[in-house]
C-alpha cells in the first residue's frame, strides 16, 4: 500500500516538472520569437538608413568630395555580409556624423530642391536606428538570462536555436539631426 | 494603424498617468490613427468616445496606502474580449509592473506590445517574491519606454534590460498662448499642487516665505492646490500670511493663466517626482522656473539651464535664489527665453512623432495582436497539434 502512495507521489510530481518544463519551453519559444521580430525590425531600420544616405549621396546636394565618402559608407553598410555588418553600420554612423559637422551643412541640404524631406527622412533614420538596436539587444539580454539557467541547459529546451547574439554598433546620430529643439525634427 | 492603450488607474480620478494617456490618444486621433484606451471605470462615469470601461476598481489596501485596482475573471474576461475585438496592429501598456489592468493585459495578450513606465520602481518586497511570475508577463513586451533618464535608470538597476526615454508630452501652444491675468500679476511667485501633500514642497516654500518677503515685500504667493489652507499657514508670522493667496483647485484654463501670470514659478518637491510635467507646463507657459534640485527635475531642466536649482529641502538656499531672481529681471527674461527653446523637445508633436516610432519599429514584420490562447496539456505533450493563431503563421524567422 505505501509503495503504491510513494509510486503515485512520484507520478505527480514527475507530471509538474513535465508541465513546468514545457511551459518554459514554450516561453523561451516565445522569446525567440522575439528577438526573430526585433531582428528584423533592426534591419528594415538599417537598410532605411542606408538608403536615405546613399539617395543623399548621389542627389547632386553635398559637395563632391562628401557625396563619394557618404556613397561608399552607405554602400558598404548594405552590402557588408553577417560579419562585416556591424563595423560597416558604425562607419557610416561616422560618415554621417562628420558630414553633418560642418557648420551651414544641414541648411544648405534643406535649402536644394527636395533637401528638406530627404533630412526629415534621414532624422528619422538616425533616430530610430538605436531605437530599435535597444529593442533588439533588451530581447538578446533577457533570453539569454533564461537559456543560462540550469533547467534550460540540463533539458536542452532550446533545441537548435542558435545562442543570441547582440548587435554592437557605433549609433550615435548627428548632433544637428538628433536636436530636438526645433531643428531637424519633423 | 489600430492601437490599443491600457490605463491602469480609474479613468474618473484625476492623475498624471491618466491625463498623459488621455493627450496621448487625442494627439494619435488627430494624426489620422485609430484608437482604444481600456481602463478602468464606474459604469455612470461619461467616458470619451474612444475609451472603452474595464469595470469598476476595486479600493485595495497595497504598498502602504489605498490603491483602486482591477483584478478577477470577470476583469480577464472583458479585457481578452477587447484585445480580440480591438484587432489592434500595436498594444501600448502603461505601468505594467504594478497590479492591475496592465500586468493582466500583458498577461492574457500576444503580438508587439510597448510598455511605459512612468515611476520610477521601488524595490518592493512583493515584486522579488512575484517575479519569475511577473517575468513571464514583462518578457512578453517588445519595447520599454521611461519617461526620463531617471526613470530607465531606476528602471534597468531593478528589473534588468533597457528602455528608450521618451518624455512626457505637453501641449506647448495651450500655455504659451493663455491670457495673463492682471490680478495675478506683480511680484507673484507661483506654487501649484496638494497643500497637503508634504512631498510637494509647500513647507519648504513656506519656511523661506518671511525671508523673501523681507527682502521684496511686495511679493505675493499664490498657491493652487486642494487641502487645508489654515494648516498650510500655521507657522507664519502675521503681516507674512497676508501675502499668501490660496486659490483652490483651478481649471486647466487657469492653470495656463495662472503659470502666464507670475513673475517666478517655485517647485519645491522634495520626492517621489519621476518627471515633473508641472515644470515643463511652466516653461511652455514662459515662466522662470526655480525647482529643487531632485534627479527628474534637474534633467527635465537640463542642469540648470533651462531653469534655477536650489539645494532639496534647504528653504534658506530657496529664499536666496528666489530673493535673487526677483529683484534681476535680466536673469528672469533669460530664463523665459531659454526655457521657452527648450520646451519644443516636450511638445506633443515631438513626443508623439517618437512614440510612433517606436510603435512601427515593433509593428515592422510582425503579426498584429491576437489574445494569449495558451495550449491544452493535450498539446503540450504533443497528443494534439497546437493551435496556431491567425496571422502567427507567417511570423518572419
Known amino acids: 500500500m505505501t509503495s503504491l502512495l510513494w509510486l503515485l507521489w512520484v507520478a505527480v510530481a514527475l507530471l509538474l516538472a513535465a508541465v513546468y518544463l514545457s511551459w518554459t519551453a514554450g516561453r523561451l519559444d516565445r522569446m525567440h520569437s522575439r528577438i526573430d521580430a526585433a531582428r528584423a525590425a533592426l534591419d528594415a531600420q538599417l537598410l532605411r538608413r542606408a538608403s536615405v544616405a546613399q539617395e543623399l549621396a548621389t542627389a547632386d546636394i553635398l559637395d563632391p568630395a562628401a557625396s563619394m565618402v557618404l556613397y561608399q559608407a552607405a554602400h558598404h553598410a548594405r552590402q557588408a555580409d553577417e560579419e562585416a555588418r556591424e563595423v560597416a553600420e558604425s562607419e557610416l554612423s561616422q560618415t554621417l556624423r562628420a558630414v553633418f559637422a ?50 534550460v541547459r540540463l533539458f536542452r529546451l532550446a533545441g537548435h536555436a542558435p545562442w543570441p547574439l547582440a548587435f554592437e554598433m557605433d549609433d550615435e546620430p548627428p548632433p544637428v539631426l538628433a536636436d530636438r529643439t526645433g531643428g531637424a525634427a519633423p | 494603424m489600430r492601437i490599443g492603450i491600457v490605463c491602469p488607474y480609474s479613468w474618473d480620478v484625476p492623475g498624471g498617468v491618466q491625463l498623459h494617456i488621455r493627450d496621448l490618444a487625442e494627439h494619435l486621433l488627430r494624426e489620422g490613427h485609430e484608437v482604444s484606451v481600456l481602463a478602468p471605470a464606474d459604469d455612470d462615469t461619461p467616458l470619451p468616445p474612444y475609451a472603452v470601461s474595464a469595470g469598476r476598481a476595486v479600493a485595495v489596501p497595497y504598498n502602504g496606502s489605498v490603491a483602486r485596482l482591477n483584478f478577477g475573471f470577470l476583469t480577464a474576461a472583458r479585457v481578452r474580449r477587447w484585445v480580440h475585438d480591438g484587432d489592434f496592429d500595436v498594444l501600448h ?22 510598455a511605459t513606465f512612468h515611476t520610477s520602481i521601488p524595490r518592493s518586497r512583493w515584486l522579488v517574491a512575484l517575479y519569475p511570475m511577473l517575468q513571464s508577463a514583462l518578457e512578453k513586451i517588445s519595447a520599454r519606454i521611461a519617461v526620463s533618464e531617471y526613470a530607465r535608470r531606476t528602471f534597468v538597476e531593478h528589473l534588468g534590460g533597457d528602455a528608450v526615454v521618451i518624455p512626457n508630452g505637453v501641449d506647448v501652444g495651450f500655455f504659451a498662448d493663455a491670457e495673463p491675468r492682471p490680478e495675478w500679476q506683480g511680484g507673484t511667485i507661483g506654487f501649484l499642487g496638494r ?57 486647466d484654463e487657469d492653470k495656463a493663466r495662472l503659470l502666464r501670470s507670475v513673475d517666478l514659478y517655485v517647485a519645491p518637491n522634495t520626492g517621489g517626482e519621476s518627471f515633473g510635467i508641472i515644470l515643463v507646463e511652466a516653461l511652455s507657459a514662459g515662466a522662470p522656473v526655480l525647482a529643487s534640485d531632485l534627479d ?68 515592422d514584420g510582425a503579426a498584429s495582436v491576437a489574445p494569449d490562447e495558451r495550449p491544452g496539456w493535450r498539446a503540450r505533450l504533443g497528443l494534439a497539434a497546437r493551435d496556431v493563431p491567425a496571422g502567427k503563421e507567417d511570423r518572419p524567422s
Not at chain 1, 544648405?108 to 533614420?125: F, K, M, Q, S
Not at chain 1, 530610430?128 to 539557467?149: E, G, K, Q, W, Y
Not at chain 2, 501598456?93 to 510597448?114: D, F, K, N, R, Y
Request: proline share 7%.
Open chain 1, 102 to 151: 560642418e557648420p551651414g551643412q544641414l541648411e544648405a541640404v534643406r535649402e536644394a530642391p527636395g533637401g528638406t524631406e530627404v533630412v526629415t527622412e534621414l532624422a528619422a533614420a538616425v533616430r530610430r536606428v538605436p531605437m530599435a538596436r535597444r529593442f533588439h539587444n533588451d530581447s538578446v539580454r533577457s533570453t539569454r538570462a533564461l537559456r543560462r539557467h540550469r533547467k
Open chain 2, 195 to 251: 497643500i497637503d501633500e508634504p512631498r510637494k514642497g509647500l513647507p519648504v516654500l513656506m519656511k523661506a516665505l518671511p525671508r523673501i518677503v523681507a527682502a521684496h515685500p511686495d511679493t505675493r504667493l499664490l498657491v493652487a492646490g486642494r487641502g487645508d489652507e489654515e494648516e498650510a499657514v500655521a507657522g507664519l508670522p502675521e503681516d507674512v500670511r497676508d501675502r499668501v493667496e490660496f486659490l483652490g483647485m483651478v481649471s
Open chain 2, 93 to 114: 501598456i502603461h505601468e505594467p509592473a504594478t497590479p492591475s489592468l496592465s500586468v493582466l493585459t500583458c498577461w492574457l495578450a500576444q503580438g508587439p506590445m510597448v
Open chain 2, 296 to 363: 527628474a527635475f534637474a534633467q527635465v531642466l537640463d542642469g540648470g539651464e533651462a531653469g534655477q536649482l536650489f539645494a532639496n529641502e534647504d528653504p534658506d538656499a530657496l529664499a536666496t535664489a528666489a530673493i535673487k531672481l526677483l529683484g534681476d529681471p535680466e536673469r528672469r527674461a533669460e530664463l523665459r527665453e531659454r526655457g521657452r527653446r527648450h520646451v519644443r523637445r516636450f511638445d506633443w508633436s515631438t513626443v508623439g512623432a517618437d512614440i510612433l516610432s517606436v510603435y512601427e519599429t515593433v509593428t
